[in-house]
């Protein structure tokens, strides 16, 4: 894709990249062993939660040089994917058909308020209907439905994802041991081991939802053959899964402080649900010398924030928001 369409894309958007890399100083235990940076995809835009940007940014290049009739997604009324790619559809004045796993046309969610206003289509379907989001039969349906959409399976976790996101890593003005970020549905860790390949850096993910071996098959997916690991084996990529607090979503009132705390230090905000636990780990990671002496680490900060507004209440967040 040529590198003028790309600018005029995100100058329409708003999009400011690179998104800066910076190095933190933290009172952790232990931290003077290891440097640690931070990649601030939180500031890439004020209302594209910063992943979600770019594991969208391909499939939304090729929508806006040959629109599709609409762009069909899926998700929570929470989802990240669904609000990013509800404000890019509106700047770029494609049709959106948002499904929505449940009905919450009497509890509208600050997210599909917004969604309604970008003059989002709105179809709440029930439980048993969105387990079918990746049957083909279900997808058919829909196509038949919406003729002459693209449909974008749920999170924006596709194989189309994955060159947005290894972009972070051409991005870098420095390399790095370690390259850690939390990981839901797979397509950012996915692409950052795809940014990494022929580099000496590990790719390191932190789970924030249960199901290690869950996780791993979720990556895997999107990877060649030779790029795929099991959980067991000390590999250029590995994911941690001892930071989910119990669940996506769950959170303890350490979390909540933890994240606090950070945002007073650093003056980076930081969410309980990904960049909190991403956090927490590193820290705990570092006080416990995981890492070997020396080591330049960075942690990528996925955004999400907008996520913070309206007090939602953390656990009326299911699990399969995840996947958002
Ligand atoms: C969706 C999301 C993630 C998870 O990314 P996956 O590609 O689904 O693993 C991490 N951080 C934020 C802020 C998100 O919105």
């Known amino acids: 894709m040529p590198a003028t369409m790309t600018s005029r894309l995100t100058e329409k958007l708003g999009i400011q990249l690179p998104s800066a890399e910076q190095k933190l100083i933290l009172n952790w235990k232990n931290d003077h062993a290891v440097s640690v940076w931070i990649k601030r995809d939180d500031l890439i835009h004020p209302i594209i939660s910063g992943n979600k940007w770019r594991k969208l940014s391909k499939t939304l290049l090729s929508s806006a040089q040959s629109p599709p009739a609409n762009i069909i997604s899926f998700g929570g ?3 990240n994917h669904l609000h990013a790619l509800g404000f890019c559809c509106h700047k770029l004045e494609i049709p959106l058909v948002a499904i929505i796993r449940g009905d919450y046309s009497q509890h509208m969610t600050p997210m599909l308020n917004d969604l309604k206003r970008w003059g989002a289509t709105i179809e709440w ?3 048993v209907t969105y387990a079918q989001r990746t049957e083909a039969s279900y997808l058919e349906h829909l196509k038949g439905r919406h003729p002459n959409s ?3 399976p749920e999170g924006g976790s596709h194989f189309e994802a994955l060159d947005g996101v290894a972009s972070i890593v051409t991005e870098l003005t420095q390399e790095y041991d370690v390259i850690i970020a939390p990981v ?8 950052l081991i795809q940014g990494v390949q022929n580099k ?3 790719v390191l993910g932190i789970g924030v939802l249960k199901g290690h071996d869950y996780l791993y098959q979720l990556v895997n997916q999107f990877l060649p053959k030779q790029g795929k690991q099991q959980p067991s084996e000390q590999a250029a990529w590995q994911i941690n899964s001892d930071f989910h607090f119990g ?6 009132p350490e979390l909540v402080t933890f994240c606090e705390q950070f945002e ?5 905000a930081l969410e309980p649900i990904y960049s909190g636990k991403l956090f927490w780990g590193l820290r705990h990671l570092i006080e416990n010398n995981h890492f070997p002496q020396g080591s330049k680490i960075l942690a990528l900060h996925t955004g999400g924030l907008q996520g913070k507004r309206g007090q939602q209440p953390a656990k009326t967040i299911r699990k399969q928001d995840a996947m958002d």
Do not use: R
Not at 247 to 252: F, P, Q
């Open 184 to 191: 839901a549905s797979g397509g950012t860790l996915a692409g």
């Open 77 to 79: 009324g929470h989802s």
């Open 200 to 202: 000496p850096s590990k």
């Open 125 to 127: 379907v029930n439980k």
């Open 264 to 268: 007073q230090d650093t003056h980076i």
């Open 150 to 152: 693209l449909i974008i």
């Open 247 to 252: 669940g996506y979503a769950k959170t303890t």
